[in-house]
Structure formats: structure tokens, C-alpha cells
Nanobody, 126 residues
Framework: QVQLMESGGGSVQAGGSLRLSCPVY????????MGWFRQAPGSRREGVAI??????????GDSVKGRFTISLSQDDAKNTLYLQMNNLQPADTTTYYC?????????????????WGQGTKVTVST
């Protein structure tokens, strides 16, 4: 099973920005759903943002709308899933994961996502 590897996490002050990256494989046959999720210790993993590779549609969690942007860069042999995070707040402090799931799933069906990264930690201080 191919593992993903996130990068770009770190520590910032409230109001700051970070960009997370995750190299991905884009199948020419499957229009996979790709997304970012986050999970704090003792909490359920929640969806942050997903992108449908078939048509580029994006969906965001309510708590990040207007602040985070998910995008997919396709550059020859190198494809990268990004999460641009602006106006970060202390409530955004947690570990972020990228994942790949089947076409047309939603961020609510975590079990659909078959491939996950190890996570990258984001810490936002006041």
C-alpha cells in the first residue's frame, strides 16, 4: 500500500499562514477524491477539505471556509496536493493528514479513504 507523506507543518502565531504539501499519484483511470483531515489527541478525525480530481470541485469544513484552500498541482511526473492555511487560529492546532479516496465520496466517510499519510503537526500560538 502506497503511503503518503505530508510536509509543511510547523509553529506560527495566530493570524499566520502555512502551506501543507503531499505528493500524490493521480490515476489516469480513476477520478479519486483527495483530501486533508485533522485529528487532535482524543478526538475524532475530521475532514478539513477535499477535492474531486474528476472536475476540480472542492468542499471545505465549516470551521475553515474562507481561510483554507485545497489545490492539486499536476506538473509532468510530479503531482502535489496542497493545503494553504491562512489566518490560522489556536483552534487549528493539531496534526494534519492527507488522504486518497474513491471517486465521489465525501469527507464524512473516513473509511472510504484507503491511503493516508503519517501526519504533519501544526501549532498556532496566541
Amino acid at each position: 500500500q502506497v503511503q503518503l507523506m505530508e510536509s509543511g507543518g510547523g509553529s506560527v502565531q495566530a493570524g499566520g499562514s502555512l502551506r501543507l504539501s503531499c505528493p500524490v499519484y493521480i490515476s489516469p483511470y480513476r477520478k479519486d477524491t483527495m483530501g486533508w483531515f485533522r485529528q487532535a489527541p482524543g478526538s475524532r478525525r475530521e475532514g478539513v477539505a477535499i477535492i474531486y480530481t474528476g472536475d476540480g470541485r472542492t468542499v471545505y469544513g465549516d470551521s475553515v471556509k474562507g481561510r483554507f484552500t485545497i489545490s492539486l498541482s499536476q506538473d509532468d511526473a510530479k503531482n502535489t496536493l496542497y493545503l494553504q492555511m491562512n489566518n490560522l487560529q489556536p483552534a487549528d492546532t493539531t496534526t494534519y493528514y492527507c488522504a486518497v479516496g474513491p471517486p465521489e465520496t465525501t469527507m464524512n466517510y473516513l473509511s472510504d479513504y484507503r491511503t493516508w499519510g503519517q501526519g504533519t503537526k501544526v501549532t498556532v500560538s496566541t
